[in-house]
Nanobody, 122 residues
Framework: QVRLVESGGGLVQPGESLRLSCTVS????????MAWYRQAPGKERELVAE???????TFADSVKGRFSISRDDYRSSVYLQMNSLKNEDTAVYYC????????????????WGQGTQVTVSS
């Protein structure tokens, strides 16, 4: 069974850092675009950062210069390094993959992780 497993959330103070990890479990042949979204209480889910298979990255304006995203296709993983965290970064962070090809050449679309809570508070 293919699923996304996230880790790395927690409680930090403003200005501190966290690194989120997300791994695609199962026997994988290839992974397409990978991304991190977040949803704060009472707000809609928003894109935080995206890293396509072909390369390049995209960031929400609110996190540019503070967050970075990277992927390790050998480990079927994507990471979100969050620096200089602010109170307004508090949210549940979700990993997303738009397409996975399994070792059996099955295509699976729009996979989501279970979410990991990030709380920034003094």
């Amino acid at each position: 069974q293919v699923r996304l497993v996230e880790s790395g959330g927690g409680l930090v103070q403003p200005g501190e850092s966290l690194r989120l990890s997300c791994t695609v479990s199962g026997r994988i042949f290839s992974i397409n675009d990978m991304a991190w979204y977040r949803q704060a209480p009472g707000k809609e889910r928003e894109l935080v950062a995206e890293i396509p298979r072909a390369g390049g990255t995209t960031f929400a304006d609110s996190v540019k210069g503070r967050f970075s995203i990277s992927r390790d296709d050998y480990r079927s993983s994507v990471y979100l390094q969050m620096n200089s965290l602010k109170n307004e970064d508090t949210a549940v962070y979700y990993c997303n993959v738009d397409k996975v090809i399994t070792a059996g050449r099955q295509a699976i679309f729009d996979l989501w992780g279970q979410g990991t809570q990030v709380t920034v508070s003094s």
